[in-house]
């Protein structure tokens, strides 16, 4: 089992920055991809960026150079920073840990945190 506690959500403006963390109840290490995912209303959840346990990261399209996934291995900590943000960025941002075994794989979700970008 993994929780995951995400923080660091609220409004800014257009332009503006924001960093969301993900806190895990385990070692990330021993987690083989963490990621966040984000929610607008009335979409579906999509990807925005991940990294694996070897520290590899992906991004989505629509937001590359915009975003930095980054981790605190210490305190079991993910970061997003995302810069230059835009309306359309308005979101609920999830933190995903996906884990593989032989046989099956896991996924669990955090609540959840709102990032609303209006000005």
């Known amino acids: 089992q993994v929780q995951l506690v995400e923080s660091g959500g609220g409004l800014v403006q257009p332009g503006g920055s924001l960093r969301l963390s993900c806190a895990a109840s385990?070692?990330?290490?021993?987690?083989?991809?963490m990621g966040w995912y984000r929610q607008a209303p009335g979409k579906q959840r999509e990807l925005v960026a991940t990294i694996t346990n070897g520290g590899s990261t992906t991004y989505a399209d629509s937001m590359k150079g915009r975003l930095t996934i980054s981790r605190d291995t210490k305190k079991n900590t993910v970061y997003l920073q995302m810069n230059s943000l835009k309306p359309e960025d308005t979101a609920v941002y999830y933190c995903?840990?996906?884990?593989?075994?032989?046989?099956?794989?896991?996924?669990?979700w955090g609540q959840g945190t709102q990032v609303t970008v209006s000005s």
């Open positions: 995903n840990a996906k884990q593989y075994y032989v046989l099956e794989s896991k996924e669990y």
């Open positions: 385990r070692d990330i290490f021993s987690i083989s991809v």
